[in-house]
Nanobody, 125 residues
Framework: QVQLVESGGGLVQAGGPLRLSCAAS????????VGWFRQAPGKEREFVGS????????RYADSVKGRFTISRDNAKGTLYLQMNSLKPEDTAVYYC??????????????????WGQGTQVTVSS
């Protein structure tokens, strides 16, 4: 079992940066793939980025590639999402997620088992 709590959301101007954090509890976090997702009002939740357990495999949605960076600190049990050059269309509730399968080489875009409660990111134009 993994419990996840996001933080770091807020209001930011377009073009600015913001860093989200996701604190995890549970022994399996360090061996699990983890990811970030977001959901804008009236839209379905979408994949943002993911990272495998050893941090040597990452993947991103095309819409954020080159602007967002996902990283993790297994010793601290924390997942991060550094967001740069933010756009109004990045406005959404951002969720972190963890998988139940351990030691995967890749970082999936779907099929996650544990979810945080979300943190709001609002980008003003």
């Amino acid at each position: 079992q993994v419990q996840l709590v996001e933080s770091g959301g807020g209001l930011v101007q377009a073009g600015g940066p913001l860093r989200l954090s996701c604190a995890a509890s549970g022994r399996s976090f360090s061996a699990a793939a983890v990811g970030w997702f977001r959901q804008a009002p009236g839209k379905e939740r979408e994949f943002v980025g993911s990272i495998n357990w050893s941090s040597d495999y990452t993947r991103y949605a095309d819409s954020v590639k080159g602007r967002f960076t996902i990283s993790r600190d297994n010793a601290k049990g924390t997942l991060y999402l550094q967001m740069n050059s933010l756009k109004p269309e990045d406005t959404a509730v951002y969720y972190c997620a963890a998988g139940r399968r351990l030691f995967q080489v890749v970082a999936p875009t779907e099929g996650y088992d544990y979810w945080g409660q979300g943190t709001q990111v609002t980008v003003s134009s």
